[in-house]
């Protein structure tokens, strides 16, 4: 038997530092009593057009119609001051339904800070709700989700891992490199998109040598990402040589994928690239020299 | 072939019982249900007669059988030999020769060689048993049909000295000084003077009796049970001859050990040849016993090593194939395996070198009585030797693997509480021993290290963990055993999703008696998260025994945690009966348990 699993630690560093660990959860025991974190949040925070206290009272309730119309009315804000009183709901803990919609309305907020209310969720028994707190989590970014996500994609719900595969990449976590190249040859295709967006010199040279091994439609999801990566983190010649493997793969989704690279490239783009992408949908080597 | 030919074709004929009940002299034709019990006069003199000449002890041999041919080796180390085709039935070793039958033909080979000694027709018989005297071999063919066994006596020329047809079964023969002894009518051993063709004397058992058997030179008779050829067989009659049977044990297969002398065994892929016992009867102090004091059962590709006092297991060895042929040894067993394997064996079930038959088997003999394996390497424990083979067997062994484990938890051994775990987290292990596996770590006291280190485990996609730990019943285990040091261990289970919710809910109320106010943040966590959505029976119960947890190490903070629950509308409703209920029985110490938070007992 190994010593301790690492991805319980990184759970653990996760909740101690997240804002429910010390005493958040269910009722607030470190607030003043009948003083919600919410209106001590609202206190220091810039003045909001929502009711916050009210808002607070039909949050509390323990009525589903109520609390459920209260969160319609702070997602329909947008007032990032909204985001507190939801926290604190999440915290309590509700009904499966009053769970989503806190959820998404926090998604739909986007603010760092509820990254603590919402990470307890991503470990929720009910797959509808970890997911959706993944996503909520993600759409935050959240300092916490990193770890959070690279601990999701080692759970058992493939779902789950795609998303965190998936988000890993949208939030530019490098450290879950190794991780996604775990994951990328068991299923998780999400992992192929998000290390063509993060990986660096001898990582790219290892992705790249996954096409021809794994499944196409697995891999051709990072070459697009690959090939847009400015030359300081992906070098030309790397990208060159994707280029050349596609060409003479000679099928019609390789060319497909090398006319989206195409398309996609930004006007101040390599020239290199853009020559050899054009160089090879015309069927020549992607290489000048060759 | 030069045959002096001596036959009772057709029925056995009667030749008078003059001489009978007068030693050894003739009493008459073989086989007569005329006879009229001596008391064991005759066969008493028949054995002080022979006590000079001993049967030779069988030369130490393994024959594999397939489509091509036979393949031999002395043991423990000859030379390997083949001879060219098959046979039908499982080739016998009958002293220094090798006996078989092959489409209407009897033949013999030299065991050390191979060399073929002689043939002869048996006209559509296949062999059924055999023996041999160091001059004259013995054999009874039988065709598939009853009522049609012939004894044949053939000398080293390949001559046929006597041929005895019988309309009664006869059983398999031993040969000793020039005396055939055949077993018949599951009731006599006819013991017939191979020259004259005459029955010298004959033994009546008071059990059932198929079987004339030599091993290592002394003759013994019976089937289920043996007595042995000596001085005291005139008392077989009374049931005081030296006597030995195995012990009753339920074994994988209902395996029989030497079974019935009036069969065929015939060479095929049957299951039969592969659930078999291997025991040597043997003699010391004047008690009589098995050699090594154990015997040897196959279960298809597991052997196991038995006491021959109770039955109980002394050591276990898992092979590459399915096993075909076992012995017992002086000292030490043989096992032949459908790969070709020889394996060797020490009598504590060590190794003691194996030999290769040259190629793939149906049917394999070994007669190694009279060898002694020397140990070269003493075997593991035995309860590494129970999890190794439970490790080993494939799902289809599932008998075999429930009585490896009920050995297994017999032992009480720190090392059983990991070999349990391990068990349970073996995707190959099938469902039925899983779950036998998982009720039996609820039962265990002792291994604590292993229950915490397996605690450690959560279930790992990306580096292919994918079984939990058998959370509930190690939950159950370490709660009987008070075991504070696992509290954070289980209060981090609680909250992964990976884990089942029944173990959850076994964790959730060790939890209730164990936890700390160290585990007061996860477990609050817990609650929170499912106080309100607790969608199942099992869940509701963890809730509320974690709620009690809470009451018991959260102080105030905890206290009031519950009592906002339980007046929570949204609050699942059970949970919130539950929690209530929690709170009254804190309000009166002596009054009811809340509902669902008992221990559930006997549960995988």
Known sequence: MSGRNPRILIIGAALALSGVAPGAAAAPPKSAPGKPPAAKAGASAPKSKLDLPGLQKSLESGDEAQVLQALDTIQKSGDPAGAAPVEALLARGASAKVLLRAIETLRSLGQASSGGALVPYTRHRAPELRRSALRALIATKSPLAGDVLRLALHGDDPVQRSIAARGLGDLDVRAAVPELFSALPKDVAEAAQSLGMLCTGAECEKLLGLLGKLRFDVMESAVVPLLLRPQVEVSDELKLKLIEHLRRMATQPAHQLLQTALAKLPPDGSPQVKRGLERALKGFSATEEQ | ????????????????????????????????????????????????????????????????????????????????????GGADTLPIVAGNVVVASRAGELFALDAKTGQQLWSLSIKGRK?????????????????????????????????????????????????????AFVPWNNQYVSAVELNSGEEVARLLLREIVTQARNFDGQLWFGEKGLVRFDDKIHLATTNQATRVALPERALPGKPVWLGSGNQLWPVSSSARLKIRLAAVPSVSDGSAHFSNHAFLASYFRVVFGLSDRDGSVRFVKSLRADT??????????????ASGKVTLLSDSGGDAGSVELGGRLTACTLDVSAASFTQKQPPPALAEQLGEALNDLTPDMAVAQKLLLDELVKLDQPIVTKILIDLTSSAKIPP????????????????????????????????????????????????????????????????????????????????????????????????????????????????????????????????????????????QTDVKRGLTALLTSEAQPSGPKAPGVAQTAQRP
């Open chain 2, 432 to 571: 039925d021993l899983r779950a036998a596996a998982r009720a039996l770590i609820a039962t265990r006291r002792s291994g604590k290290q292993y229950m915490l280190a397996a605690l450690e485990r959560h279930y790992d996609y990306i580096n292919d963990v994918l079984l939990p730990p058998p959370l509930g019943p190690l939950a159950d285990a370490l709660s009987a055993m008070n075991e504070v040091a696992a509290t954070p261990l289980l209060a981090r289970h609680l909250n992964d999703p990976a884990n089942e919710m029944t173990d959850v809910e076994r964790a959730a109320q060790a939890l209730s008696k164990l936890a700390t106010p160290a585990e007061y943040e996860e477990l609050r966590t817990f609650f929170a998260l499912y106080r309100a959505t607790a969608d199942e029976p099992s869940l509701v119960s963890a809730v509320v025994a974690i709620g009690g947890a809470l009451l018991r190490i959260g102080g105030p903070p905890g206290r009031t945690l519950v009592e906002r629950a339980a007046q929570d509308p949204l609050t």
């Open chain 2, 127 to 179: 062999l059924r048993g055999a023996g041999d005297d160091g001059a004259l071999t013995v054999a009874v063919v039988a065709a598939e049909s009853p009522h049609k066994s012939r004894l044949i006596a053939v000398n080293r020329a390949g001559s046929v000295v006597r041929e005895v047809d019988s309309a009664v079964e006869l059983g398999y023969p031993a040969v000793q000084g020039g005396i």
């Open chain 2, 324 to 337: 075909l042929g076992v012995g017992a040894a002086k000292r030490g067993f043989a096992t032949c395996d």
């Open chain 2, 1 to 84: 072939m030069f045959r002096l030919l001596s036959a009772w074709a057709g029925g056995i004929a009667l030749l008078g019982s003059a001489c009978a009940g007068s030693g050894v002299q003739g009493t008459g034709a073989p086989f007569s249900e005329t006879w009229q019990a001596d008391q064991g006069e005759s066969i008493a003199a028949l054995e002080k007669r022979l006590r000079s000449t001993p049967a030779p002890a069988a030369t130490p041999v393994a024959v594999g059988v397939n489509d091509v041919g036979l393949f031999g080796v002395t043991l423990p180390d000859g030379k390997p030999w083949s001879h060219a």
